[in-house]
Nanobody, 115 residues
Framework: QVQVVESGGCLVQPGGSLRLSCAASGFTFSTYAMRWYRQAPGKERELVAAISNNSGWMKNYADFVKGRFTITRDNAANTVYLQMNSLKSEDTAVYYC???????WGQGTQVTVSS
């Protein structure tokens, strides 16, 4: 059964940092590109960052996180990470990961940026 479990979200002050983790199972992780998305209240889910399969040499970021967020992967641990720095209030959202092509969505992890 394909499954992703996101973790690491919490309440953080503006300007702070967080690292999200996404543990995957049920498929050959290294052969899939992986993506992080987010959904803020009342808004559509949006793509945040993507990383290619295998070595993960190719990475892409939404303009609104470029220079602040970094996506990485550890194929030995079947895990993809999202390092988030210089957080802003507008980064508040539930963050999800998924493979590409996508499988079922996980529960996500809540990130709240507030003083």
């Amino acid at each position: 059964q394909v499954q992703v479990v996101e973790s690491g979200g919490c309440l953080v002050q503006p300007g702070g940092s967080l690292r999200l983790s996404c543990a995957a199972s049920g498929f050959t992780f290294s052969t899939y590109a992986m993506r992080w998305y987010r959904q803020a209240p009342g808004k559509e889910r949006e793509l945040v960052a993507a990383i290619s399969n295998n070595s993960g040499w190719m990475k892409n970021y939404a303009d609104f996180v470029k220079g602040r967020f970094t996506i990485t992967r550890d194929n030995a641990a079947n895990t993809v990470y999202l390092q988030m720095n210089s957080l802003k209030s507008e980064d508040t959202a539930v963050y999800y990961c998924n493979r590409w092509p996508p499988a079922d969505w996980g529960q996500g992890t809540q990130v709240t940026v507030s003083s």
